[in-house]
């Protein structure tokens, strides 16, 4: 057996409003906290998973084969479609304070990323200082999808990402399927929906911090792009370098390195799929160290309880790669170094 421990880089919490109601303001208290949709997600309850709380998770990634979880919204991944940019600072603070403390019933195994509003980017940036300095949060989360917002490489959202480069913590994007989501508004079927949802919004939030300069900005910061698998990446490492070579001088001078180069520059991860057939070949296009595990449990499209065991049983990966996926690059993104 492997004598590393297993970091899940992207599972999730199943969260409870009723709890999460009892760390907002008081005038917040009678509010829909997150939108919701008529989508039947988990097939009339035949997929995913109902985790009640702390011991059901932990339970969950012993079953699994997990060591450290590091945890996710589920409800909260709607965050960018709240209007009112004081209420949706107001249900992330709420929602990290409430994760907090789910956590802390097991702090060495579960870990958490700080839900952050980028409606109000000098809000969001407090926020993630708190969440991070007060409560322990190992990186923060920005929704893909925000309706009427520029695109996240817009100097908008700076103060985000200097207060994640100070504080030395990663940002995660992450996107989930909803009415009003780029599949929701384009597909009626759930299934149809979700298979675009989340590839394309990555490519979206990709394509706009590389092209926006957010890397020259930042040097230090580390960005993860996640449930989107690493399939994808390959085509638009070689689409960007085409568009920046033949625009890049005009559109784009600040870049001093062509997109592929910033991909692959340490500070870039992805999260996979354990059964994903196109990882071998990302590691043709150098994004071994790029790669982060990842259960997404309890969701319906997860693979849970066989996802360490699908990586580990794979022939077509060395034991060096399923380290790396499994533990190395995980910890290394979210600077777990005691794990």
Known sequence: MANYKVIDADGHVRESMSGLREFLEPRWQRRNLFPNDAWDRDLRGKLGAKPE???DQIAAMDEDGIDVMVLYPTAGLHVGSLHERDFATAATRAYNDWLHHFCKSNPARLKFVALLAPQDPQA?????TRAVTERGAVAGVLPTHLPQMPDFGDALYDPIYAAAERLGVGLGFHTGTSA???GGLRFRKFLSAHTIDHPAEQMIALIATIIGGVFERFPTLSIAYLESGIGWVPYMMDRLDEEVEKRGADEAPYLSKLPSEYVTSGRIYFG???????????LRWGLEDTLLYSSDYPHWDGDWPHTVKAVRDREDLSASTKQKMLHDNVARFYKLAAA
Not at 124 to 128: H, I, R, V
Not at 273 to 278: D, S
């Open 53 to 55: 709380g702390p011991e």
């Open 180 to 182: 009003d989501s780029l």
């Open 124 to 128: 969001a940036a407090a926020e993630l």
């Open 272 to 282: 996979v799929e354990c059964e994903e057939k196109t990882i071998p070949d990302s």
